[in-house]
């Protein structure tokens, strides 16, 4: 589990949070770099100054800021990211309000999956936030659905070059899409738990993966139903809300 630093430098947090915002998520005016990260504008303006001076951000001619020339690109999203994650934030605080538990929502990019946003349980001992991590798809519980969600020719174009065994990978993904859920169970951190459900289109194209993460000594059988439909009904909500995105 990843935790803050005991002595976190906030001023730092944010430049490095605005720098993967613009890297990721594309171009912030001064207002919605502010807005994003609860501070004022003119703390939010000298922070994008400072990421200019350093060639981790450039203003275009309608005073938005972009990703700079010291970040390397990042991997198109199908999805724009700002949409998804507008829709989603709502539905994710309430899934946490359901479950008591640390919801998040990822995209897949090739084969890793992109934590977009975290809205983090209010637990003491709980699973921190996980915004801006990549980690391998198909260890991932949002990771697995969305791959789940995907023709097996994809899959296996996806994770043709140095990816997981495609016979184990196959029989998982087939069993993802009867029960309409996907597991992570302890993959890619000790003590961390996370059940998953993919987020689609109204053709059924899957555009990205909520989660629910827990420490695993929280987690049990008995819990699973009511984690799953809470999942369900976040999915639900963030699907109605984007097909009704202009």
Known sequence: MRNQPAYAITSVDHAL?????LQVEGPLRVSEAAERLGIARSTAHRLLAMLVYRDFAVQDDERRYRAGPALRPASVTPEPVTVLRGVALPHLRALVER????????VL????????ATVESEQVLRVGDREGRE???HLVSGGKALLA????????A???AGGPDRAVLAR???LIRERGFAINDQL?????MAVGMAVRDPHGVPLAGVSVSLPSVRFDRDRLPGLVGALSRAVAGIERDLAAQP
């Open 17 to 21: 949070r605005l720098a993967r915002i």
């Open 99 to 106: 479950t008591g538990e640390t919801a998040n929502l990822q």
């Open 109 to 116: 990019v090739g084969t890793v999956i992109r934590f977009v």
């Open 135 to 137: 980690l391998p798809a």
């Open 149 to 156: 969600a995907l023709a097996p020719s994809e899959v296996d």
């Open 158 to 160: 996806r994770c043709a």
């Open 172 to 174: 998982e993904l087939e």
């Open 188 to 192: 890619t951190e000790p003590g961390v």
